[in-house]
């Protein structure tokens, strides 16, 4: 109906009656309508009560038996700093029993559905007194699958049936107290320091106890920090997505155990934070770094030319690109011809092997569209 008035306001010349299809609600009014006329004018417009408070008990149970043998009880009649306590040693628990399954991610997915469809259940079922006698339950549930689904980088848990604020506010009391609760503590760290280059952290982690904990934690800000590289160091972040894939695949596969996982992630943390330094002992710019990275600087071929000819490259190519880019140059084919033309004059300049050129001509130039909007500017 307010689609409508909208409608009427900006088509003023509009037939009396007419719904203009705003919004591209044509389709499900058509279906609503079909509905109604058919039924003759009695169809049903809501579910009943208590065949949402059926699927609700269905889904919870299905949930219970997530955490078959888990006690949390403290959720409901524990402290604050209790009830935040729990929620390690749970997402511990779900890690563990998805690290055990055929295909961990599925299972992991799979409790996330579940409180889901948990969720909007009962948010149908309220007040209903089953409704209410689970509803701290329901709200343990929501705050375990909100801890995992930060956590979670398939983006495969991005959907509009999230639990939103009110649900949760009728689902559970509110976690309040009068004293200082340290979440850091209460995740078993010590330090709010959650830089994934700090030694610090990279310590805490590791002596976790909720090992599968670690794993997801340190797989998710590895993830994160390859996503910020990836905007500008084009073969850096390649490099790193591979190993962190490579490692994770592993586990999941059984391959090596969780603490093998977990120094192999904080090695993986180190490498990144070595790589920072790369500039300084290579005596280059950040920019400078990401083009000697794109020469192929792990060939054979190319390493023999030496590390002070791909410096002179990759701080020649810089120059040359940087004075003859636009902002828009990635979709005029003309100017993109220019630039190719004068990376291949850089390469054959310094003796870049002939055979490698084409190859590394196209690397430059996907690098170069991640630079170029700064450098348009």
Same mark, same amino acid.
């Given at each position: 109906?307010?689609? !409508?008035?909208?409608?009427?306001?900006?088509?003023?010349?509009?037939?009396?009656?007419?719904?203009?299809?705003?919004?591209?609600?044509?389709?499900?009014?058509?279906?609503?309508?079909? %509905?109604?006329?058919?039924?003759?004018?009695?169809?049903?417009?809501?579910?009943?009560?208590?065949?949402?408070?059926?699927?609700?008990?269905?889904?919870?149970?299905?949930?219970?038996?997530?955490?078959?043998?888990?006690?949390?009880?403290?959720?409901?009649?524990?402290?604050?700093?209790?009830?935040?306590?729990?929620?390690?040693?749970?997402?511990?628990?779900?890690?563990?029993?998805?690290?055990?399954?055929?295909?961990?991610?599925?299972?992991?997915?799979?409790?996330?559905?579940?409180?889901?469809?948990?969720?909007?259940?009962?948010?149908?079922?309220?007040?209903? =007194?089953?409704? %209410?006698?689970?509803?701290?339950?329901?709200?343990?549930?929501?705050?375990?699958?909100?801890?995992?689904?930060?956590?979670?980088?398939?983006?495969?848990?991005?959907?509009?049936?999230?639990?939103?604020?009110?649900?949760?506010?009728? %689902?559970?009391?509110?976690?309040?107290?009068?004293?200082?609760?340290?979440?850091?503590?209460?995740?078993?760290?010590?330090?709010?320091?959650?830089?994934?280059?700090?030694?610090?952290?990279?310590?805490?982690?590791?002596?976790?106890?909720?090992?599968?904990?670690?794993?997801?934690?340190?797989?998710?800000?590895?993830?994160? $920090? %390859?996503?910020?590289?990836?905007?500008?160091?084009?073969?850096?972040?390649?490099?790193?997505?591979?190993?962190?894939?490579?490692?994770?695949?592993?586990?999941?596969?059984?391959?090596?155990? =969780?603490?093998?996982?977990?120094?192999?992630?904080?090695?993986?943390?180190?490498?990144?934070?070595?790589?920072?330094?790369?500039?300084?002992?290579?005596?280059?710019?950040?920019? $400078?770094?990401?083009?000697?990275?794109?020469?192929?600087?792990?060939?054979?071929?190319?390493?023999?030319?030496?590390?002070?000819?791909?410096?002179?490259?990759?701080?020649?190519?810089?120059?040359? !690109?940087?004075?003859?880019?636009?902002?828009?140059?990635?979709?005029?084919?003309?100017?993109?011809?220019?630039?190719?033309?004068?990376?291949?004059?850089?390469?054959?300049?310094?003796?870049?092997?002939?055979?490698?050129?084409?190859?590394?001509?196209? =690397?430059?130039?996907?690098?170069?569209?991640?630079?170029?909007?700064?450098?348009?500017?």
């Amino acid at each position: 109906m307010q689609t !409508i008035a909208r409608v009427n306001r900006v088509f003023k010349d509009k037939p009396g009656g007419l719904v203009v299809d705003y919004l591209g609600l044509a389709h499900e009014l058509k279906q609503a309508l079909a %509905i109604y006329t058919e039924s003759g004018g009695h169809g049903r417009t809501a579910i009943d009560q208590e065949e949402a408070v059926a699927v609700m008990l269905e889904k919870y149970e299905i949930c219970c038996d997530h955490f078959h043998g888990f006690d949390w009880s403290k959720w409901t009649d524990g402290k604050p700093a209790e009830k935040l306590g729990l929620l390690p040693a749970a997402q511990e628990y779900i890690y563990a029993r998805a690290a055990k399954a055929k295909k961990p991610d599925e299972h992991k997915q799979k409790f996330l559905r579940a409180v889901t469809e948990l969720s909007q259940a009962f948010a149908l079922s309220v007040p209903h =007194t089953k409704a %209410i006698e689970i509803r701290d339950d329901v709200g343990f549930f929501q705050a375990v699958r909100a801890a995992i689904a930060k956590s979670d980088i398939s983006g495969k848990d991005k959907s509009p049936g999230d639990i939103d604020a009110a649900i949760r506010q009728i %689902i559970s009391r509110a976690v309040a107290s009068d004293e200082v609760v340290d979440i850091f503590a209460a995740a078993g760290l010590k330090k709010p320091d959650i830089s994934i280059l700090s030694d610090d952290f990279l310590a805490e982690v590791r002596g976790m106890p909720q090992k599968n904990l670690a794993v997801e934690l340190l797989r998710k800000l590895l993830n994160n $920090e %390859i996503k910020l590289r990836s905007k500008k160091f084009l073969i850096q972040s390649k490099s790193f997505a591979e190993l962190l894939e490579n490692s994770i695949r592993k586990y999941q596969n059984r391959a090596i155990e =969780t603490a093998q996982v977990i120094e192999e992630l904080i090695q993986l943390a180190k490498q990144m934070r070595q790589a920072d330094t790369r500039g300084k002992d290579l005596g280059l710019s950040q920019d $400078e770094v990401a083009f000697y990275d794109a020469l192929e600087t792990n060939d054979s071929a190319v390493k023999a030319l030496g590390d002070t000819n791909l410096k002179f490259i990759a701080q020649e190519l810089v120059k040359t !690109i940087r004075e003859n880019v636009s902002i828009d140059w990635t979709a005029k084919e003309s100017v993109r011809a220019k630039l190719r033309v004068m990376v291949k004059r850089v390469l054959r300049k310094f003796g870049y092997p002939p055979d490698k050129q084409e190859k590394a001509t196209q =690397t430059v130039l996907l690098q170069a569209e991640l630079l170029c909007a700064d450098w348009a500017g």
